[in-house]
């Protein structure tokens, strides 16, 4: 049978719905546990934005087609996958002041599962010599919004598929579009994800790439632990330094404790495949992620103990080059190249484990990759690692 498909925004003729809605019921028996909501926000900060809800049965995404395909949150067996931002978004991107002087203004719209970093610059802010904000803190895309937004249900298998186009562009400059493409499918507790960037301009250009996954309770809290293959780790400064010893493991929330991010990278099978588990307490109940370091070779991990209102959070972060400002990683040869034309993929999958049977093989997939080699553990910022010792 052919996938039914639903087109909700399309720039090029002027369509953009405000609400749409179908049932998987009336579409196949494979589907009948699947829904689609496309719905237009109200209210404060969120007023104007679109929200894709798209429920496979087993597990429900919200997908944010205005926020640079950004997922808002999920929930698996009505378990809420996220964190709690005081922000208390999702934002709409004109409130969100991206470019101001401070170069921190990203953080204004920051409260999703899934956010994306880039596509030209990813990481801390970089300034010139006279002090004018060059890069932004995480780029652009986030806060960028989708020309085209379709959706469909294969009646077969009850798969459903959403693909949203967003463009990166600056004249003279790059001209990158990011192609991505979720699927979910009828009870399976799994987001897959497959980004292609392409370079749409006729010279060489160049891109850099960070997914920022934030979880926080239940799956996130001081009894959880942050299963890698490690095969190098390293502090970014100095605060992380004093964590070494324990970065597998996350505090309480504290007043006044300051954030600590880590540096890793990540042992793969030989096509380049590895695997993240975040465990939760009692082991019951955890988090794995899964993708390819030939894609994503760099790993950073986001420590942020806060109090629960402030935003009590860890962030699991792979992307394709440590989150420093661009020049540095430039320097570093860890800016993604791209022929004109030339398109790159990232594909990442974001799976719920419900039990103890099912945590206990991710975690064993995990200690398989990392009995490759033994990890090296650096003591202090490796100098061609952090930007910041």
């Known amino acids: 049978m052919t996938s039914q498909s639903w087109t909700l925004i399309n720039a090029e003729e002027s369509l953009s719905l405000d609400s749409f809605s179908v049932k998987g019921i009336d579409i196949s028996n494979a589907a009948k546990h699947c829904q689609i909501d496309y719905q237009l926000l109200r209210g404060g900060l969120r007023e104007g934005l679109h929200l894709l809800t798209i429920d496979a049965g087993a597990i ?5 087609p205005e926020r640079g395909m950004g997922l808002w949150k999920a929930w698996a067996n009505d378990i809420e996958i996220g964190w709690n931002s005081p922000i208390s978004g999702p934002v709409h991107p004109q409130w969100v002041p991206v470019s101001e002087p401070s170069g921190l203004g990203w953080l204004d719209g920051f409260d999703e599962l899934l956010v994306r970093c880039g596509l030209y610059s990813n990481g801390a802010p970089e300034f ?14 986030a806060n960028l919004p989708s020309h085209r937004l379709d959706v469909s249900i294969d009646p077969a298998s009850g798969e459903i598929t959403v693909c949203g186009i967003v463009d990166e562009k600056r004249f003279h400059f790059h001209k990158l579009r990011l192609t991505s493409t979720i699927r979910l499918r009828p009870e399976e507790l799994a987001i897959d994800i497959c980004d292609e960037v392409t370079n749409l301009s006729e010279n060489p250009g160049n891109m850099q790439l960070l997914y920022h996954i934030n979880l926080g309770p239940p799956i996130h809290s001081s009894d959880s632990e942050l299963l890698l293959p490690v095969h190098q780790m390293a502090p970014r400064d100095e605060a992380a330094a004093s964590d070494v010893n324990t970065w597998n493991q996350y505090r309480p929330p504290t007043e006044g404790a300051g954030e600590q991010v880590h540096f890793f990278d990540l042992l793969a099978d030989q096509e380049g495949r590895t695997r993240v588990v975040l465990k939760g307490a009692g082991g019951n109940s955890g988090l794995s992620l899964c993708y390819n370091t030939k ?3 760099c790993f950073s991990q986001w420590k ?13 972060e792979p992307a394709t080059n440590y989150p420093n400002p661009r020049s540095f990683e430039s320097a570093q040869g860890r800016v993604v190249p791209l022929e004109a034309g030339q398109t790159r993929r990232f594909e990442l999958q974001l799976m719920y484990h419900s039990d103890h049977q099912s945590l206990a093989t991710a975690e064993r997939a995990v200690e398989s990759l990392a009995a490759i080699s033994q990890p090296t553990l650096h003591t202090s910022p490796r100098p061609d690692w952090s930007a910041t010792p």
């Open 304 to 316: 942020n103990a806060a109090p629960q209102y402030d935003g009590y959070v860890t962030g699991l």
């Open 60 to 64: 429900r995404v919200a997908i944010l």
């Open 128 to 141: 010139d010599k006279a002090g004018q904000l060059v890069h932004p803190l995480h780029g652009h895309i």
């Open 295 to 297: 894609q994503l070779p």
